[in-house]
């Protein structure tokens, strides 16, 4: 078994709790022993973009210091927004100056010392579990089932923290592919959602996801996967209702039914699909 740190974040123990479920029971399948970092805060959320606002670095830090603390040099993330935010700030402390700032600030803490690679889901599962393996862990395939992968800003955004290629991104195509699915490539999928502009302009978002999703079910989508719960809560609830009714759910959700963890959005989805539904063994683990 692999260990590896693990940051949730606030949404996974909140209304992203089947994205973490899903996420772990399948891991745990492909060989890694998850271990969530303790005392863990809030990331922040929204990577600030000053370079003299070094108060909004320390929760991040915090974070990493965490990690450093349990003896790993790198740290997992599921959302989005999280993987942005650490990421980010991990490099903006390289500086000594800044580092020795903010060290100083968080007295009662160890000191950071840098050298924490925070990674996504979908990195981990393209350049260490690879394609292969992961398709050959399925128990389910998810054969019948049209998924529209929905990137939205910040997995590729800004170009030196993408995930992949920000104009022509693949990866989470080939997951589904690896699991049995049909990846829905469509060209909303890396348009922003309107973000955080749901709390103060919900009509600027809701066109947005309007036109996500018409995008998204023009493409012939059963279903609109992402890994920001930010996201998958503007797509889900902030649709009007001429908008195309496509369900919203998280990768780890899909990840987790096809590697054999229960997950009823996922089979009611495949209901009368003939065979889709039935476990399916392509090799590795029962």
Known sequence: MKRLA?????????????????????????????????????????????????????????NLVRVQGMGERRVLTLCAMCYGTLARSARFVQDPERLQRINAFMDTEDDFRGGI?????????????GYEKLAARVKRSLDGLRIATYYGCVLLRPREFAVDDPDRPEVMERVVEALGGTPVAFPERTECCGAYLTVGRKDIVEERVERILRSARGGGADVVVTTCPLCQFNLAERRLPQAPSVPVLY????????????????ADLLAGRPGASEPVCSGGAR
């Open 6 to 62: 693990y940051f949730p974040g606030c949404a996974m123990k909140d209304q992203a709790r089947a994205d973490e479920a899903g996420t772990l029971h399948a891991l745990a399948l492909l060989g890694y022993e998850i271990a969530e970092i303790p005392r863990w805060n809030c990331c922040g959320t929204v990577y600030s973009l000053a370079q003299d606002d070094l108060m909004r670095h320390v929760g991040p830090v915090r």
């Open 117 to 129: 690679e925070v990674v996504h889901l979908l990195t981990l599962l393209r350049d260490e579990v």
């Open 251 to 266: 990768l780890g959700q899909v990840l987790g039914w096809a590697l054999g963890a229960e997950e009823p959005a996922i």
